[in-house]
């Protein structure tokens, strides 16, 4: 070979490898070059999302399907808290639940075609990473299955909606205006857990202060943690410590672990603790 045809080879090698490196980069608003997390660790064979494809930024970037369903959860919640469900009775299904699309993930991850067909059903609620991963729903379900096992109705509810509503408005906040306020966490902002105080001050005051009061007759004696009358916080005082609550199970970073975990587990915990420190 000559020396012009090796260099022509070599620089043909450069460019391939410049390439695949630069697929993995995407530009910024401000112009600086980041590394797409999400889609680093995806093996070359990678599942299309055909979703993903069709609907382009309405659901790789904004997420609409996986957020209308994420809050939707919560409206379903409040709703059979209205007619009268025994929450005790909530822990069992949502144990089968996980177990169900723990076998799924089990079976898919080890068998591509049925990866396939599974991604096909409900790839718009999945994000990329998801693909080769085990699915964030099952985080989510495992931190409901904490919060309804051991806590009280109040507590237990206050921490699905938060989960609901406090996490989906930190991240829409969050994605669009992130880059103006500082990071407080990885892949945390300020805007995000402002949004998040915001929705769960707004969801204390309403769940305590129009609806636990309108069906009371609903709730059996010692469901609710919190009252007027049992506690020395008054309803606005809980609601910005429910706010405060909101902002910092959402915010925290633990070892990486999944907010759909976190968010639960964590405002469950603090959520009982301060009702329990302020009572009579």
Same mark, same amino acid.
């Given at each position: 070979?000559? $020396? ?12 391939? $490898? ?7 980069? $995407? ?17 070359? &064979? ?30 379903? $919640? ?13 822990? &069992? ?20 075609f049925f990866n396939k067909l599974y991604c096909r059903c409900v790839g718009a609620l999945m994000r990329k990473k998801e693909i080769h991963t085990y699915n964030g729903v099952l985080w989510y379900l495992l ?138």
């Open positions: 070979m000559s $020396t012009s045809q090796s260099i022509k080879v070599n620089d043909e090698i450069n460019n391939i $490898t410049s390439r695949k490196k630069g697929s993995n980069k $995407t530009k910024s608003k401000d112009g600086v070059t980041e590394s797409t997390s999400d889609d680093i660790h995806l093996p070359v &064979t990678e599942i299309h999302l055909k979703s993903h494809e069709w609907f382009g930024d309405f659901i790789t970037k904004h997420e609409i399907p996986r957020k209308v369903f994420h809050s939707s959860i919560g409206f379903i $919640t409040l709703y059979l808290y209205t007619q009268g469900i025994d929450y005790r009775s909530v822990a &069992t299904p949502l144990i089968i639940a996980f177990v169900n699309i723990f076998i799924l993930d089990l079976i898919r991850l080890r068998w591509s931190g409901l299955i904490f919060s309804f096992s051991f806590f009280s109705k109040d507590v237990c509810l206050i921490s699905l909606f938060l989960l609901s509503w406090s996490d989906t408005a930190a991240s829409t906040f969050g994605r669009k205006y992130g880059h103006l306020t500082p990071k407080i966490a990885r892949n945390k902002s300020l805007a995000g857990s402002l949004a998040a105080f915001t929705v769960g001050l707004l969801t204390c005051l309403v769940f305590y202060g129009y609806f636990v009061p309108h069906y009371n007759y609903l709730n059996k004696e010692g469901e609710i943690m919190w009252s007027p009358e049992s506690s020395r916080l008054g309803l606005m005082n809980l609601s910005w410590l429910g706010g405060l609550v909101a902002a910092l199970s959402e915010g925290i970073d633990i070892f990486n672990w999944d907010d759909n975990f976190t968010i639960p587990v964590l405002s469950s915990i603090f959520l009982h603790s301060v009702i329990y420190l302020f009572r009579k």
